[in-house]
């Protein structure tokens, strides 16, 4: 499985961005797709998850009422919608595929990860 992270960019506090995860390759093996972060000088952290059936989905609490994990299955897409952007939510986006069931906020589960996407947001 191969999975493309697009959309980051520079904004400033309080504008949006949307952030896209193209998935290729055997993704019948994926049942969870995750959106993680990294900031400079801290470890990879949860943002949200979403399974690829269901309406199932978690979102860490620093983004919970501003991101919004979303997936088109047609297009073997999955998207974080991030609004209301804070400077703390500065950080390298990576979207994560997982091939067991359980819809976990643990980085060491996810079995593939894209190549991440930077997000600055200025204040």
């Known amino acids: 499985v191969q999975l493309q992270a697009s959309g980051g960019g520079l904004v400033q506090a309080g504008d949006s961005l949307r952030l896209s995860c193209a998935a290729s390759g055997r993704t019948f093996n994926v049942y969870v797709m995750g959106w993680f972060r990294q900031a400079p000088g801290k470890e990879r952290e949860f943002v949200a998850n979403?399974?690829?059936?269901?309406?199932?989905?978690h979102y860490a609490d620093s983004v919970k009422g501003r991101f919004t994990i979303s997936r088109d299955n047609a297009k073997n897409t999955v998207y974080l919608q991030m609004n209301t952007l804070k400077s703390e939510d500065t950080a390298v986006y990576y979207c994560a595929a997982r091939k067991d069931l359980g819809a976990t906020a643990q980085t060491f589960l996810y079995d593939y990860w894209g190549q991440g996407t930077l997000v600055t947001v200025s204040s």
């Open positions: 979403i399974r690829w059936t269901g309406s199932s989905t």
